[in-house]
């Protein structure tokens, strides 16, 4: 599909059929697997740095980081790359990915670039998109221009602004297809794999209890002399009761909780309620 190309970012010719003398030069949308190439890229440039961070700030934060610690370390991760695309889509910039793609975002009028405040909306529209079972991204295969939830959003479309010579065309098909495998797996991991922000956030505190229920044994060896495989017996010793047994039930899954004893050690043993159901241990030697 073409029409009346603007210029953007790049003096060279938009690659499209021969014109006539009379012809306006026409413009070329940039396609679906061009899109997506370059939204990964992005992606990456955010996110692949965000995880370590994340993980570095949760390992600092220890064993006793809360929940809302976790959920701004997330949301400061996403809101880093809806300004990152909100900035580098409006003016005549554009992102690390499409700059490499040869693609660039412009108003749908194919006026000019799209204005902050639009790049923006766009931005916000991706998570909207996802929000909705990625049906927003579906669009760009229907619409004549390519356009996806987010363009709808934002007022805009992507252009080409390079030629692109035949193998340059096949090497982004085929890099958009490692990609997608490769974005498939990432999120398998967040959600079901253990090296999620999240799922550490789970494990480590089921870790930080059984150090809490191993405090209570030493002051149970302390008051009697033994140590005690009974959880009652040494919730008692809590001061608070029923708010250990809450505590416990919330990170620990019920089956598979054991405290091994013997004259003058202990083991204690669990599964954090993390999806892996991970297992955790404790031990007095």
Same mark, same amino acid.
């Given at each position: 599909m073409t029409e009346t190309r603007i210029n953007i970012m790049d003096p060279q010719p938009v690659p499209v059929q021969p014109a006539a003398a009379d012809e306006t030069p026409k413009v070329v949308y940039a396609s679906v697997t061009e899109r997506f190439v370059a939204l990964l890229i992005d992606y990456g440039v955010v996110f692949i740095p965000g995880q370590f961070i994340g993980l570095a700030i949760l390992k600092i934060l220890g064993p006793y980081a809360q929940m809302w610690q976790i959920a701004a370390v997330l949301v400061g991760i996403n809101a880093?790359?809806?300004?990152?695309?909100?900035?580098?889509?409006?003016?005549?910039? *554009?992102?690390?990915?499409?700059?490499? *793609?040869?693609?660039?975002? *412009?108003?749908?009028?194919?006026?000019?670039?799209?204005?902050?405040?639009?790049?923006? !909306?766009?931005?916000?529209?991706?998570?909207?998109?996802?929000?909705?079972? !990625?049906?927003?991204?579906?669009?760009?295969?229907?619409?004549?221009?390519?356009?996806?939830?987010?363009?709808?959003?934002?007022?805009? *479309?992507?252009?080409?602004?390079?030629?692109?010579a035949w193998w340059e065309r096949l090497l982004v098909r085929l890099l958009g297809t490692l990609l997608l495998v490769g974005f498939a797996w990432v999120m398998y991991q967040q959600c079901f794999g253990g090296g999620s922000v999240v799922q550490q956030y789970y494990v480590n505190r089921a870790k930080a209890q059984l150090q809490n229920v191993a405090l209570l044994e030493e002051a149970h060896y302390a008051r009697y002399g033994y140590y005690t495989n009974d959880l009652l017996r040494l919730s008692l010793l809590s001061g608070d009761p029923v708010q250990f047994q809450r505590d416990t039930q919330k990170v620990l899954s019920p089956k598979g909780f054991r405290i091994g004893v013997q004259k003058d050690s202990y083991k204690i043993m669990a599964y954090a309620k993390d999806t892996n159901k991970t297992p955790v241990y404790f031990s007095s030697k």
């Amino acid at each position: 599909m073409t029409e009346t190309r603007i210029n953007i970012m790049d003096p060279q010719p938009v690659p499209v059929q021969p014109a006539a003398a009379d012809e306006t030069p026409k413009v070329v949308y940039a396609s679906v697997t061009e899109r997506f190439v370059a939204l990964l890229i992005d992606y990456g440039v955010v996110f692949i740095p965000g995880q370590f961070i994340g993980l570095a700030i949760l390992k600092i934060l220890g064993p006793y980081a809360q929940m809302w610690q976790i959920a701004a370390v997330l949301v400061g991760i996403n809101a880093l790359f809806v300004l990152y695309e909100a900035i580098f889509s409006c003016g005549d910039r *554009v992102t690390l990915g499409k700059a490499l *793609v040869g693609i660039a975002v *412009v108003k749908q009028d194919l006026s000019c670039p799209v204005s902050f405040p639009r790049a923006f !909306m766009r931005a916000v529209g991706y998570y909207i998109s996802g929000a909705l079972l !990625m049906c927003g991204f579906l669009f760009a295969f229907f619409d004549d221009r390519h356009r996806a939830l987010h363009d709808f959003l934002g007022g805009s *479309v992507v252009v080409q602004i390079r030629q692109k010579a035949w193998w340059e065309r096949l090497l982004v098909r085929l890099l958009g297809t490692l990609l997608l495998v490769g974005f498939a797996w990432v999120m398998y991991q967040q959600c079901f794999g253990g090296g999620s922000v999240v799922q550490q956030y789970y494990v480590n505190r089921a870790k930080a209890q059984l150090q809490n229920v191993a405090l209570l044994e030493e002051a149970h060896y302390a008051r009697y002399g033994y140590y005690t495989n009974d959880l009652l017996r040494l919730s008692l010793l809590s001061g608070d009761p029923v708010q250990f047994q809450r505590d416990t039930q919330k990170v620990l899954s019920p089956k598979g909780f054991r405290i091994g004893v013997q004259k003058d050690s202990y083991k204690i043993m669990a599964y954090a309620k993390d999806t892996n159901k991970t297992p955790v241990y404790f031990s007095s030697k």
